[in-house]
């Protein structure tokens, strides 16, 4: 085992954004649906602007510090992340560090009432100065799995919380003002190769939201 990298693979990510958005319709509210996105292709994440808003699409990868940077840089306009398809991350460090720079200008992120974002694309929302989901949002949250040195998977509930591998997610979790727990209910959640989405309660519970939308 690396305990340096755990990686929550983009392989996984596509099978579960198929599995569990298009292999059923699933009723959030009333007559919102999840949106299906079976068959389509997952690109790095980029940002289209709209005024003070920037609508986000997209895997958050290695490339995605430098669009965050260049965001702020290039748009002082814009104040609100809005984040419509962002199915995870495949560069954990990358992400954290991309996430640090949203909350280092004090932008606030949105998930827009169709739009889905999984995975490490949940730990980008956290770093929000204010975080909203509007009605029929979805979350989705799943364990990380690694390469052990049998040639087996480890997953991340496996292994010992106080092993130093969860040290990189419960900082950032800490810098957030997110409770760590939140971190340990990931792991037990749903395994890599699923997702958990999650309830408005639970999003409300683990204090993912600053204000609550009706």
């Given at each position: 085992?690396?305990?340096?990298s755990?990686?929550?693979?983009?392989?996984?990510l596509?099978?579960i954004?198929?599995?569990?958005?298009a292999?059923?319709?699933?009723?959030?509210?009333?007559?919102?649906?999840?949106?299906?996105?079976?068959?389509?292709?997952?690109?790095?994440?980029?940002?289209e602007?709209e005024?003070e808003?920037?609508?986000?699409y997209?895997?958050?990868?290695h490339?995605?510090p430098?669009v965050v940077?260049?965001l702020?840089?290039?748009?002082?306009?814009?104040?609100r992340?809005?984040?419509v398809d962002?199915?995870?991350?495949?560069?954990?460090?990358?992400?954290?560090k991309?996430?640090?720079?949203?909350r280092?200008?004090g932008?606030?992120?949105?998930?827009?009432?169709?739009?889905?974002?999984?995975?490490?694309?949940?730990?980008?929302?956290?770093?929000?100065?204010?975080?909203?989901v509007?009605?029929?949002?979805?979350?989705?949250?799943?364990?990380w799995?690694?390469?052990?040195?049998?040639?087996?998977?480890i997953?991340?509930?496996?292994?010992?919380?106080?092993?130093?591998?969860?040290?990189?997610?419960?900082?950032?979790y800490?810098?957030?003002?997110?409770?760590?727990?939140?971190?340990?209910?990931?792991?037990?959640?749903?395994p890599?190769?699923?997702?958990?989405?999650?309830?408005?309660?639970?999003?409300?519970l683990?204090?993912?939201?600053?204000?609550?939308v009706?």
């Amino acid at each position: 085992m690396n305990p340096s990298s755990p990686v929550r693979t983009l392989m996984c990510l596509r099978a579960i954004a198929c599995l569990a958005m298009a292999a059923s319709v699933v009723s959030c509210c009333n007559d919102c649906k999840i949106p299906s996105t079976e068959g389509l292709p997952y690109e790095a994440a980029t940002f289209e602007i709209e005024g003070e808003e920037a609508f986000m699409y997209g895997v958050i990868d290695h490339t995605t510090p430098g669009v965050v940077q260049a965001l702020v840089d290039e748009h002082p306009e814009v104040t609100r992340i809005v984040m419509v398809d962002v199915p995870g991350s495949d560069d954990d460090p990358a992400n954290l560090k991309a996430s640090r720079l949203v909350r280092e200008h004090g932008l606030e992120t949105v998930v827009p009432s169709n739009g889905v974002i999984a995975s490490g694309g949940v730990d980008f929302f956290t770093a929000g100065k204010t975080r909203v989901v509007e009605p029929c949002g979805k979350l989705g949250v799943h364990s990380w799995d690694e390469d052990g040195p049998d040639g087996g998977i480890i997953l991340g509930n496996e292994v010992p919380r106080d092993h130093e591998i969860h040290a990189m997610f419960l900082e950032f979790y800490r810098e957030m003002g997110i409770p760590g727990d939140f971190y340990w209910f990931t792991l037990e959640a749903a395994p890599p190769q699923r997702i958990h989405w999650m309830s408005d309660e639970e999003i409300v519970l683990y204090g993912l939201v600053t204000e609550t939308v009706q």
